[in-house]
């Protein structure tokens, strides 16, 4: 069974940052592609941040050059460094692979 923890989330001022984390079981973490997605209240589902297997990563255009995407094989761990957060960036964030997402992890930028 897939399993997907995120932490890392807080309360920050605008130009902040943040390291998001999750914690991942249930699945050879190793080979799969996993993704960092973000949801606010009345609006959809956002992609924000892809990485494969061998290391290869993907941005939304709003988060690139700010955020950083990585994984440690090794402890099945994905990571998300957010940095120059802004106000839009407040969301609650999930990890995903496949079809599954964890509980999230709430951000929140406000001065």
Known sequence: EVHLVESGGGLVQPGGSLRLSCAASGFTFSYAYMSWVRQTPGKGLEWVSGIY??????????VKGRFTISRDNAKNTLYLQLNNLKTEDTAMYYCQMGSSRGQGTQVTVSS
């Open 53 to 62: 297997g061998g290391g290869i990563t993907r941005y939304a255009d709003s």
